[in-house]
């Protein structure tokens, strides 16, 4: 045990955690690894080699333990590709064994679930967002580059049969690339009893994106209607709002789209991100950082990593400011970010 919980009611672990403008934090985004077993286009450039000095599962609890403290309800695991690393069950366990921690999701691209999923469920992990950009594997190995596509779809169906109360499908679609395959990718998700949500590229990768607009007329011309739920709806399945995506309504589920240049999510934003090294980083296009890692291993208290902490959050921008040029904003790939 840490010694957060020993901390008074006045230490700097007790107020909630707020950012620059006033918004409360409940959400971390927490990279256990920046190295994956892929190399998908719009996410991992070949030349991307990872970082060293990765949090061990010790380190990753103890800086999870400090965001509980502050009011940090939900923790997703990410990467790279979470599930590769070799002690994932120690650290699903630790986290979700935490005080304080509601829900345990992972991101991952699926290739391992087969055996894991319901390690995974048994340990304590609640919610998967799965990646499945295509349905081809043709089209698969030109996004991936490298990868198993039969262990994906074996590794979804492993997931689906498991039990988690969320399962979410994730695609970015790029023009030219996947996008005719949406009305396929939503009938596929819904007869597995999960959610496909639709990603608008960002700029970070290779490609064209495709205006969340048109992929709703698209759909709809496909045969699919969709009708808007209101967008402080709650996930019925985790009973937290739904975040960065905007869900509608179809006759097998809900079909989301997380529409970061059409429609700016940064508003209602409640998260924050550690990267794989342990490099606080509070807004996915900012600046401002705090190398939590350096504070653990120099001795730091609980107190002093929540100062380091709400120090960061004083500087997140109220957007991310990616249509801007010239905004200063440092764009790493997504593996260097942490998803």
């Not at 970061?260 to 509070?282: E, H, I, K």
Request: hydrophobic fraction near 40%; aromatic fraction near 4%; include cysteine.
């Amino acid at each position: 045990m840490t010694a957060a919980t020993s901390q008074p009611p006045t230490s700097p672990l007790a107020p909630p955690l707020l950012d620059a403008q006033g918004r409360r934090m409940t959400y971390l985004r927490l990279s256990i690894t920046d190295r994956c077993n892929f190399r998908c286009t719009y996410c991992s450039p070949a030349s991307w080699g990872g970082k060293k000095d990765l949090l061990d599962a010790a380190e990753l609890e103890r800086i999870t333990s400090v965001f509980a403290s502050m009011g940090i309800r939900r923790v997703r695991l990410t990467g790279g590709e979470p599930l590769i690393r070799p002690d994932i069950l120690e650290v699903s366990r630790r986290i979700a064994a935490l005080p304080g921690i509601q829900h345990l999701a992972i991101t991952s691209n699926a290739s391992h679930l087969a055996a894991l999923a319901v390690p995974l469920r048994e340990a304590g992990v609640t919610q998967l967002n799965l990646s499945l950009d295509t349905l081809s594997p043709e089209t698969f190995r030109r996004i991936s580059k490298q990868g198993d596509f039969a262990a994906v779809l074996r590794g979804i169906d492993a997931a689906a049969a498991a039990g988690f109360s969320s399962l979410k499908l994730n695609a970015v679609v790029v023009r030219d690339v996947n996008d005719a395959e949406v009305p396929a990718l939503v009938e596929y998700a819904h007869a597995r009893g999960i959610t496909p949500r639709f990603i608008e590229l960002m700029p970070f990768g290779q490609g064209t994106p495709v205006p969340t607009a048109e992929l709703v007329s698209r759909l709809r011309a496909a045969g699919l209607p969709l009708e808007p739920e209101p967008e402080d709806t709650a996930d019925a399945a985790t009973s937290v709002t739904s975040g960065p995506a905007r869900y509608w309504r179809a006759p097998g589920g809900r079909v989301g789209f997380i529409s970061p240049l059409t429609q700016n999510f940064c508003g209602g934003c409640n998260r924050v991100r550690v990267a794989s090294n342990g490099d606080l980083r509070s807004c996915l296009g900012g600046r401002a950082q705090a190398p939590l890692h350096q504070l653990i291993r120099g001795g730091a208290t609980d107190t002093e990593l929540a100062v380091a902490i709400r120090r960061a959050l004083g500087d997140k921008p109220e957007g991310h400011r990616f249509t801007e040029p010239g905004n200063g904003a440092t764009l790493l790939t997504m593996m260097g970010i942490g998803g």
